[in-house]
T-cell receptor
Framework: TQLLEQSPQFLSIQEGENLTVYCNSS?????LQWYRQEPGEGPVLLVT?????EVKKLKRLTFQFGDARKDSSLHITAAQPGDTGLYLC?????????FGTGTSLTVIP | KAGVTQTPRYLIKTRGQQVTLSCSPI?????VSWYQQTPGQGLQFLFE???????NKGNFPGRFSGRQFSNSRSEMNVSTLELGDSALYLC?????????????FGPGTRLTVL
């Protein structure tokens, strides 16, 4: 059983469109990380959110941590081909990390 | 500050052989975690080492083992390789303490078992 579920699993959109990726759990996490991974490479850390209700922005990317610290969302505005990749969320509980199932995003020029 | 490094980047082995992968964490990080990533199973946690001790372990057979040295560098070993062991093996380092840990990944080692 996966502790963190991401949706959608696959997403293919046109350049310029907006999208939202969800990361849901029934468990509480002390913090949550979002990563982007390109084929054959390791995941790259995008952001860490730690406070319930926290919103962080990274250029066109907006990350939100749920009030109860059980879920998170990633919103991309005006997607670009460079946003293509696998997006992973990871929740931290103590010294352990639990990864989501991943969302594979393809942005078509 | 240098990132996490993994060697080798690519490896081809045959069934029954064994393999050793190496990971050097970010300077000052004491925790090293290993993951296996495959298209079908996603990112699966293997084990975590902190200050030379295995602190957490995933649900993998005993053929998968690891260790950590006093300089925090870590190695993982897979014995009696099977075709299903073909995967991207990722190493991640973190400070290992504190409430809000962050993990940083290396580029991975692509293992192909023939």
């Amino acid at each position: 059983t996966q502790l963190l579920e991401q949706s959608p699993q696959f997403l293919s959109i046109q350049e310029g469109e907006n999208l939202t990726v969800y990361c849901n759990s029934s468990s509480v996490f002390s913090s949550l990380q979002w990563y982007r991974q390109e084929p054959g490479e390791g995941p790259v850390l995008l952001v860490t959110v730690v406070t319930g209700g926290e919103v962080k922005k990274l250029k066109r990317l907006t990350f939100q941590f749920g009030d109860a610290r059980k879920d998170s969302s990633l919103h991309i505005t005006a997607a670009q081909p460079g946003d293509t990749g696998l997006y992973l969320c990871a929740g931290a509980r103590g010294n352990q990390f639990y990864f989501g199932t991943g969302t594979s995003l393809t942005v078509i020029p | 500050k240098a990132g996490v490094t993994q060697t080798p980047r690519y490896l081809i082995k045959t069934r029954g052989q064994q393999v050793t992968l190496s990971c050097s964490p970010i300077s000052g990080h004491r925790s090293v975690s290993w993951y296996q990533q495959t298209p079908g199973q996603g990112l699966q946690f293997l084990f975590e080492y902190f200050s030379e001790t295995q602190r957490n372990k995933g649900n993998f057979p005993g053929r998968f083992s690891g260790r950590q040295f006093s300089n925090s560098r870590s190695e993982m070993n897979v014995s009696t390789l099977e075709l299903g062991d073909s995967a991207l093996y990722l190493c991640a380092s973190s400070g290992g303490t504190g409430e809000h840990n962050e993990q940083f990944f290396g580029p991975g080692t692509r293992l192909t078992v023939l």
